[in-house]
């Protein structure tokens, strides 16, 4: 193995399991030889954008180090940089050649750069006149390639592809995934979308929407369990157009059936899933949440809008109405499920009637929280010819009216709680307000004061008091 580091020989050995007594002196003293002979090649890595990209990164991680790289922090120790990059909106693209022509003067030091993800796919090789120093772009439906491309990247090739697997019927699966948090992970089941919403790039970033056999999501899944994770997080651009592509004979699973799976894994305690889309959300799943308790009672169903005019403009393929039937499925689930939601303004032709449809949507759900965005025109999608912008100061009119009404439902929402025992996920400390970090089920942070003699251990599961509230959060006790 010509290419292979220290990293990449220790887990090639961890996977296999078949490590003898007396043949790690051996190994050991190889290594020893190797890591004297041989400079080790290292890569510093920055993802932008959704948990999507955060996972990709993961699995990213994993093949470098197979392939011999060793992860550093910063781009000054770095041979390889890498960004993995984000186009959903202009403001995340801006901030990825920011970043590189920051990183320009590197290039004398001799470090080479590679972007990958969206805007890698979307913008192809124009990156390499806008950036020179960039010699490797790759799409995400080309991972799979890596390996190849790192060889010819390492062989002084100065502009390295992946940009042509937007059709492939292939994930990116790999038995080298490097999770950071070792309680909680991420395990894609879906990639890609078909939807072609009127104003997302996605679809022409991430190509054709393409499933995991259930099979490998939940073999990953025992696999995590093993190792001690507790939460999962089922990941996809529209997990609930999931479509078993083989399985044994009548054992294909639905998306319900496959989270059903996933939720009775021993050792699974959470299982979490993003993100829906309103069209395919069937109400097997809210019976899925019904029958398997480790089935967060958490729910995003991003709407977009509350108008039924802009919705059919974005191409959405449901109604208002149709996005409440499931809304109201939501709220006759026997536990009281948290709902939230992904809402875009100023889409073009957005009047304020539309608008006023939006508000009163919220009020009507009465989410949990809501993540607001500014259109933002994208290249390629239907919507760029639309006519009718609107003008950047009304959306961020519309914007800060909207955040304004969602804070105040979330006020009143937080303050339910007030009183109740909850059980949370401890995620940390904030050691200057000395109060811990907890994650309840319905996915809300609850910090909260524990006595001076328990200290609570970090992804446990504990029982808190809720005992104040506010907009984003909620402060509690520990129950002892
Ligand atoms: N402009 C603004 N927001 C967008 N989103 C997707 N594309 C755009 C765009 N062109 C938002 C949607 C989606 C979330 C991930 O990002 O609300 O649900
Ligand atoms: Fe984009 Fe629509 Fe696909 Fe979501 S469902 S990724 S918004 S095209």
Not at 61 to 69: F, K
Not at 157 to 186: I, K
Not at 272 to 280: A, E, G, K, L, V
């Amino acid at each position: 193995m010509p290419n292979q580091g220290i990293n990449a020989r220790l887990h090639a050995f961890n996977s296999t399991d078949d490590c003898p007594a007396q043949t790690s002196i051996a190994y050991t003293e190889s290594i020893y030889i190797y890591m004297s002979a041989v400079p080790q090649k290292t890569f510093y890595l920055e993802t932008f954008g959704c948990q999507m990209n955060v996972h990709d990164s993961e699995k990213v991680i994993g093949t470098l180090v197979r392939e011999g790289y060793r992860q550093v922090q910063t781009v000054e120790e770095a041979g390889l940089v890498l960004y993995n990059t984000c186009s959903i909106r202009d403001k995340a693209e801006q901030k990825v050649f920011n970043r590189l022509s920051d990183y320009k003067k590197y290039q004398k030091q001799g470090k080479k750069f590679a972007v990958l993800g969206c805007v890698a796919q979307q913008e192809g090789e124009k990156i390499f006149e806008r950036a020179p120093y960039v010699s490797m772009v790759c799409g995400s439906a080309s991972y799979k390639n890596l390996p190849q491309m790192l060889v010819q990247i390492e062989a002084g090739d100065q502009r390295v592809t992946g940009l042509d697997d937007r059709e492939t019927e292939d994930c990116f699966e790999t038995d080298f995934t490097s999770r950071t948090n070792p309680h909680r992970g991420y395990i894609t089941i879906i990639e890609g979308c078909d939807k072609f919403c009127a104003y997302c790039v996605v679809p022409f970033t991430r190509g054709k929407e393409r499933s995991r056999t259930s099979d490998s999501v939940l073999a990953e899944a025992r696999q995590m369990a093993d190792l001690g994770y507790t939460e999962i997080q089922l990941l996809g651009q529209n997990v609930n157009s999931y479509k078993d592509p083989a399985g044994k004979p009548g054992g294909k699973k639905t998306f319900a059936e496959l989270l059903a799976a996933v939720g009775e894994v021993p050792g699974i305690k959470r299982v979490r899933f993003t993100t829906s889309h309103p069209r395919d959300f069937g109400r097997d799943i809210i019976d899925a949440i019904d029958a398997v308790p480790t089935l967060c009672d958490h729910i995003h169903l991003p709407v977009q809008c509350g108008s039924d005019r802009v919705l059919s403009a974005m191409q959405r393929l449901y109604t208002r109405e149709q996005y409440l039937e499931r809304i109201a499925w939501m709220k006759c689930a026997k536990r009281q499920i948290s709902i939230t939601s992904d809402i875009i303004v100023g889409f073009p032709g957005e009047t304020d009637e539309d608008f006023t449809e939006t508000l009163s949507l919220l009020d009507e759900v009465g989410y949990d929280a809501v993540f607001t965005f500014k259109y933002s025109p994208r290249p390629n999608t239907p919507s760029l010819g639309l006519d009718d912008a609107i003008p950047d100061q009304e959306k961020s009119r519309r914007l800060e009216i909207l955040m304004s009404r969602q804070k105040d439902i979330q006020i009143a929402r937080y303050k339910r709680y007030i009183g109740e025992i909850l059980e949370v996920m401890v995620e940390g400390k904030n050691e200057a307000r000395k109060q811990w970090i907890g994650r309840t089920s319905h996915n809300k942070t609850l910090n909260f004061t524990a006595p001076d003699r328990s200290i609570p251990q970090v992804g446990s599961y504990l029982k808190v008091r809720a005992t104040q509230s506010f907009p984003n959060s909620l402060l509690g006790e520990l129950v002892i």
